[in-house]
């Protein structure tokens, strides 16, 4: 039997594979209200056979998004929005997940087909926040230095979404601590430079995510699996980096945490990333390996037989698809296919099987 449509059980959760929809911003929302368009995207990926649908970056607060057309989870009105999703993602027999987060310095900008610009207030931007007063780059407006008080605010908006989340029938967490967004820029030097306890060594760093992750591993579930992304290095020499990530993980895990989806990069807009086939996978392995955490591996996977090999050589647990599913959405149908498992497909689609 190919891994990858082995089932794996995290906590109490058994996910029917090993095959996870990555997260992917849509930009479709209105005021962060989940619609048909969620409905039908995120619906048609639970069709295709995914084991884990996880809904994109959804922000716990209005100034958490990162433009003003992403998901968020700030009120009961949001949860009304996103429940039918969660619901046919379950009726296809996948696994539903979301990601919680919140944009910091990265927020306030225009979607990615009007070239993700800086939005100035009369724009219909807001102001931003990080834990320093550094913008991601000179185009971007200045963030406010957050206070210990809009720390607290913070945390008190994650555990507020992560109970919504958990209210309309989420399976699984994930919190968002990668590419460059608020969390991320606690844990790196390069954009934290704050010197009371949420700056300065790893440990300082570390703990307004480890702090949150605490927070939320205790009102989620004993039964039900909770993830953490982290970019796993910045790319840029003085920064965030794969040692740094280790020992993080190792801490994740002494709270709770069930398994650190690997990527990378997005705090330094142009660091040099070396991306290729499966370019992150070696941080899913060390990762794996060296803090005895499961890992996802994600990033330029495209092929059954790829995604196969790394869960074969050990280098992951679960892998995560993002454009590729984009292109195909039956991805894992295929995938079984090319692996020879005989996947059942959703009645409606039975007579295509055999073609
Ligand atoms: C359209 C799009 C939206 C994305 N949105 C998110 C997101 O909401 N959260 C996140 O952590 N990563 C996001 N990513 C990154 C993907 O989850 C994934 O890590 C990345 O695309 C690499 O995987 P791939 O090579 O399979 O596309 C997004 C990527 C794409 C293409």
Redesign the pocket.
């Known amino acids: 039997m190919a891994q990858l449509f082995t089932p794996i059980c995290l906590r109490g959760t058994e996910i029917k594979n090993r095959i996870f929809v990555?997260?992917?911003?849509q930009y479709s929302a209105e005021n962060g209200l989940a619609n048909h368009w969620h409905l039908v995207h995120l619906g048609g990926l639970a069709v295709g056979g995914a084991g884990l649908v996880m809904v994109?970056?959804t922000a716990v607060s209005p100034e958490g998004r990162i433009t003003p057309k992403c998901l968020g989870l700030w009120s009961p009105q949001h949860a009304e929005a996103l429940k039918p999703v969660v619901d046919f993602i379950r009726s296809q027999g996948a696994t539903p997940a979301i990601?919680i987060g919140h944009a910091g310095r990265k927020a306030s900008c225009d979607v990615p087909w009007r070239d993700s610009h800086f939005l100035s207030a009369d724009q219909g931007g807001w102001q931003t926040v990080a834990p320093s007063a550094i913008p991601v780059t000179p185009q971007h407006a200045v963030p406010i230095a957050l206070d210990k008080d809009g720390i607290k605010e913070i945390s008190a908006q994650f555990h507020a979404a992560a109970e919504r989340a958990l209210a309309i029938g989420f399976e699984v967490l994930e919190l968002?601590c990668?590419?460059g967004y608020l969390l991320h820029e606690f844990l790196s030097p390069l954009s934290n430079q704050r010197t009371d306890e949420y700056g300065g060594s790893l440990e300082n760093r570390c703990r307004l995510v480890l702090e949150i992750a605490r927070d939320l591993r205790a009102l989620w579930p004993a039964d039900k699996p909770m993830l953490v992304?982290i970019s796993a290095t910045d790319w840029v020499e003085g920064g965030w980096d794969i040692e740094q990530s280790i020992q993080l993980s190792r801490w994740l895990k002494d709270l709770g945490i069930d398994l650190i989806d690997c990527?990378s990069g997005g705090l330094v807009l142009d660091a040099k990333i070396p991306a290729g086939p499966g370019y992150q996978t070696v941080f899913a392995e060390r990762i794996r390996k060296e803090a005895g955490i499961a890992s996802g591996a994600?990033?330029?996977?495209t092929s059954a037989l790829q995604a196969e090999h790394i869960l074969a050589t050990g280098q992951a647990d679960v892998i995560?698809?993002?454009?590729?599913l984009?292109s195909d959405p039956h991805w894992p149908m295929r995938a079984a296919k090319e692996l020879h498992v005989d996947l059942p497909w959703p009645d409606q689609y039975v007579r295509a099987k055999h073609l």
């Not at 990555?22 to 911003?25: E, F, I």
């Not at 994600?298 to 996977?301: A, E, F, L, R, Y």
């Open positions: 990555a997260p992917m911003c994109e970056a990601q968002h990668a590419h992304r990527s994600v990033g330029i996977i995560l698809l993002a454009r590729v984009l």
